[in-house]
């Protein structure tokens, strides 16, 4: 009887966390995004004048002349940066595990 009560209570509680849990993602997604017959928050393209346009991601406005829209920073560097980062983690996490099993 004891373990029966003890199972329904940690059930109880798990299922009050997930639910939990999804109320807070949803009101973080609505605070970023807005809500869902609102217009967006998070990204908002606006057209001015001589074709320039003025994106707004997050609060942060960025105009059409800004390096960024403009190639500022390539893809093809970005790719690279990721692809030297991506081998160091997993050399360093290869002699990590070489290590441990070396000492166990």
């Known amino acids: 009887m004891k373990l029966a009560a003890k199972f329904f209570l940690l ?5 009050f966390g997930i639910l939990w849990g999804i ?9 970023v995004e ?3 017959d609102q217009p967006s928050k998070g990204f908002h393209i606006t057209k001015v004048d001589n074709g320039r346009l003025e994106v707004e991601v997050l ?8 390096k960024l829209l403009n190639g500022g920073i390539s893809g093809d ?5 990721a692809t030297e980062v991506r081998s160091w983690v ?10 441990i099993k070396g000492r166990f």
């Open 34 to 36: 807005g809500a869902s």
């Open 77 to 81: 560097g970005i790719s690279l940066v």
């Open 90 to 99: 997993v050399n360093a996490a290869r002699s990590s595990m070489e290590w």
């Open 59 to 66: 609060g942060k406005q960025i105009s059409s002349d800004s």
């Open 23 to 31: 109320n807070t993602a949803e009101k973080g997604i609505q605070r």
């Open 11 to 15: 059930v109880g509680v798990l299922v």
